[in-house]
Structure formats: structure tokens, C-alpha cells
């Protein structure tokens, strides 16, 4: 109770002043009060994210992380539900006037990736992923979006009695994608009611990326690309290497699903009228180096930006896996799964939403950024309610912009100082939609 009156005392003292109050003041919160309580809980929100960091957990696994989340809402007042999802948590903040409801998202899953940062609270985590042993790092920045959130929570909870309805803050696993055999994610969520308890009007997320710092980017309608899981396995023969006439050649089998899947996405529809990308990124095959195995599988992912270039590219890829198959006395047979549709972001409330993003951060918004081949099953979501997904630059100052490292990288980092950014974004979004007439 100590810890709850107190975090609260510095962000209310700071963005309001004994007088406002003890007077309870109904007014909304002023853009200068956002940006005095955003600044006030900074430091708290580098501490979490470097915490967070430090510990990465996988999908699903993110058991410390819910933990903490649920522990800091309930010290700052939140109506807390855990085990959502399986992992998630919800907060809802009640404001002291009625009104709509509006919710706030951010994503809590590392990757499977070998970090080489070298930061001191870099990540030395290993968990077991899909039978493997792997190590885990936060390498897409879902440390700094649930470090972001906790410190909105903090902004809103100060100034609770002025918010004319309720926040709800939505804390997700699995964004990245549970393991195979798993569900998980925004479906997951949405299946135990994070939208509806209570029902949610419109919902914003924000994702962090190597763009300029403090730079907030996004544009109408479709934004980033929708995604399918691909899973290609192939059933051949096993022979001695130095016979490879003998069987299935898998290796060679390998090299033409490659080629023929770059061949697909670069030269057999029209990249100019929408993007689509098909990868493959997991080869697995054989035990020792002179037998060539009897299986093969690959695993890669597809992006599209509309359903007729999804429906065309699968019947592409399978046709194309099947037949090399065949040519080789295989069997191959490509599957799609997991599929996450086109985070599309709602055309008014995009148009709306920049004035709330100019004063988190002033000339540095965009609102007709560039398509992006990345996913995210935020898209969900938007597919319930009207939704606006944004992005926030965080490429440190001595980073030249053509070299920072990407998402997913094992040397991806960010300038903190960004934080500040986005905590505003969040806040200005929530309480100016609750405002909105």
C-alpha cells in the first residue's frame, strides 16, 4: 500500500500541483501536465525495460514478466485480470467521469535469438523452444513497449479522477507466434475477453524500430503485411553419399524450393502493384555427413498486403513444392499456418489521431509512412474495433541509419531517451479519444 501511495503521490505532485489536487480538478489533463508526469516516471521506465531485458521469455513462457506487470497495476490501482491468454494481463482504470472506453496495447515476447549487444544488462537466457535449447533475447524491443505501458499506467493512474471513462491496458504473449502445436497471442486474448470486459471502443498500439529517434510513423488503412507460417516437408529416400542416384538427393531438392520461391515472389507477380515476400529461413535435414536423409524440412514465412496476392502465392508455392517433389520421386507438400491478416489501421481514426501524436512529439509525425513487410497479430484486434498502430523511431544518435541493426537482430538497441516519446503518444492517444466528441 506504501508503494501505491507513493508512485502515485510523484506523478499526480508533479503533473498537477498540491492546489489541483486537493481541488480535484475535472478538467482534462493539459499537454503540459502529460509531458511533467511522462518525464517524472522516465526513470522508471528505463529501470523496467532494463529489467525486462535482462530476462527475456519466450511465448507463452512469460511468466516473471506478467508477474511483474500485474504486481505494478495493482500497486498503482488497476482493476488487474492475469492469466489471459495464458500468459497476459489486463488493466482497467476507471476515470472519475464517465465516459468510453479505450484500450492500449503492447506485446511481451522475446525471440529465440543469441544477443550481442554487449550492453551490461544484455541477456545470458536460455528456455527450450519447440523441443531445442536456444537462447532468448528481446531483439523486436517488446521490452521497451511493456516498459512503455507500465509507465502510461503510471501517467494515467495520477490522473485518474480527471479521465472522463476508462483505459484498458492490454500486456500480450505470444505476438511473435507460439510454438508449433500452440495457440497463443492476440487470438487468444480476444477469445478470453480482453475486448470486452469491459466492451473497448478503439484500441492503439505502439512498436519501437530503428527509425530516427522519436519519429512516429504510420498511415490509413493497410500498414503492415499480413503473414502465414510455411512449413514444407519432403519425404525421399535414403542412400550412402557417395551414391546419390541411389535416392532422393535432398540437398538439391533444398536448393530448387529455394530457388523456385524467389523465382515465385520476384518474377511471377507483380510486385509493383502490392508487395509480397516469400522466405525461407529453416533447412533441416540429415545426421551425418556422407547419408543423405529420407526427410527434409523447411520452414520460412509469406507476407502479402491483400487476399487475392495471398490466395495466388499459396497456390503458387504449393503447386510449385509439389511438382519439384515429383520431379525428384518425392513427396513434398507445403503447409500455411498461423496466419496474422493486414494490420489495418481505421481511415478516420488515422486522420484524427495525429494531433493527439504531434504533442508527444512535434514535426516528427508521419501519418503516410511506407508499407511495411513486417507483421503483427495487433491486426487482430483491428479486426474487432477501430484500431491505429503506430511506430516509434529509436536509432540512437552515433548509429548511421544505413547500418542500425533491424528488429530481430542480435545487436538490436535503442535510445532510451525515446521512451519519453512514447509514453506521451500513449497517453495523449487514450485520454484525447476519451475526450473526442
Known amino acids: 500500500m506504501i ?56 511465448g507463452n513462457q512469460e511468466v516473471r514478466t506478467s508477474a511483474l506487470i500485474a504486481k505494478e497495476l495493482k500497486a498503482l490501482g488497476f482493476e488487474v485480470r492475469e492469466n489471459v491468454g495464458r500468459t497476459g494481463v489486463v488493466g482497467v482504470l476507471k476515470g472519475g467521469k464517465p465516459g468510453k472506453v479505450v484500450a492500449l496495447r503492447a506485446d511481451m515476447d522475446a525471440l529465440p535469438v543469441e544477443e550481442k549487444t554487449g550492453l551490461p544488462f544484455a541477456s545470458k537466457v536460455k528456455a527450450t523452444w519447440e523441443g531445442k535449447t536456444v537462447p532468448v533475447m528481446h531483439a523486436c524491443g517488446h521490452d521497451t513497449h511493456v516498459a512503455m505501458l507500465l509507465g ?38 480476444i477469445r478470453d475477453g480482453a475486448l470486452d470486459k469491459p466492451k473497448v471502443d478503439a484500441i492503439f498500439g505502439v512498436h519501437i524500430g530503428p527509425g530516427d529517434a522519436h519519429q512516429l510513423n504510420y498511415r490509413p488503412e493497410g500498414f503492415y503485411a499480413s503473414s502465414d507460417r510455411l512449413t514444407i516437408t519432403v519425404k525421399g529416400k535414403q542412400t550412402h553419399g557417395a551414391r546419390p542416384w541411389a535416392g532422393v538427393d535432398m540437398a538439391s531438392v533444398a536448393a530448387d524450393i529455394i530457388q523456385a520461391m524467389n523465382q515465385i515472389a520476384a518474377r511471377q507477380v507483380d510486385v509493383g502493384a502490392s508487395p509480397s515476400v516469400v522466405t525461407i529461413a529453416v533447412i533441416n535435414m540429415g545426421m551425418r555427413q556422407n547419408i543423405i536423409p529420407e526427410d527434409l524440412k523447411m520452414e520460412g514465412t509469406m507476407r502479402t498486403f491483400s487476399t487475392a496476392r495471398h490466395e495466388d502465392l499459396v497456390a503458387k508455392v504449393q503447386k510449385a513444392v509439389a511438382s519439384i517433389g515429383d520431379r525428384y520421386g518425392a ?21 484524427w489521431v495525429k494531433a493527439s501524436l504531434e504533442k508527444a512529439s512535434p514535426g ?58 512514447g509514453v506521451k503518444a500513449e497517453v495523449f492517444m487514450a485520454l484525447d479519444y476519451l475526450e473526442r466528441k
Request: hydrophobic share 45%; glycine share 6%.
Open 152 to 189: 502510461t499506467a503510471t501517467v494515467l493512474a495520477g490522473m485518474q479522477k480527471d479521465i472522463k471513462g476508462t483505459v484498458v491496458l492490454i500486456f500480450q504473449p505470444a505476438e511473435e507466434g507460439p510454438q508449433a502445436g500452440e495457440e497463443g497471442g492476440a487470438k487468444l486474448m
Open 364 to 421: 516528427k509525425v508521419d501519418d503516410n509512412a511506407a508499407l511495411v513487410t513486417g507483421a503483427e497479430d495487433f491486426s487482430l484486434y483491428a479486426e474487432k474495433v477501430p484500431a491505429v498502430f503506430v511506430q516509434l523511431g529509436g536509432r540512437k544518435a552515433d548509429v548511421p541509419a544505413a547500418t542500425a541493426p533491424a528488429n530481430h537482430s542480435p545487436f538490436f538497441d535503442v535510445d532510451e531517451t525515446v521512451f519519453e516519446t
Open 331 to 351: 513427396k513434398a507438400e507445403a503447409v500455411f499456418s498461423q496466419p496474422y491478416p493486414v494490420t489495418y489501421n481505421d481511415p478516420a481514426l488515422s486522420k
Open 3 to 58: 508503494g501505491r501511495v507513493s508512485t502515485l503521490a510523484l506523478v499526480a505532485g508533479l503533473a498537477f500541483g498540491a492546489s489541483a489536487l486537493n481541488s480535484r480538478a475535472m478538467a482534462a489533463p493539459s499537454p503540459a501536465q502529460v509531458a511533467a508526469a511522462a518525464k517524472a516516471v522516465q526513470p522508471k521506465v528505463v529501470a523496467w525495460r532494463r529489467d525486462i531485458h535482462e530476462h527475456p521469455e519466450l
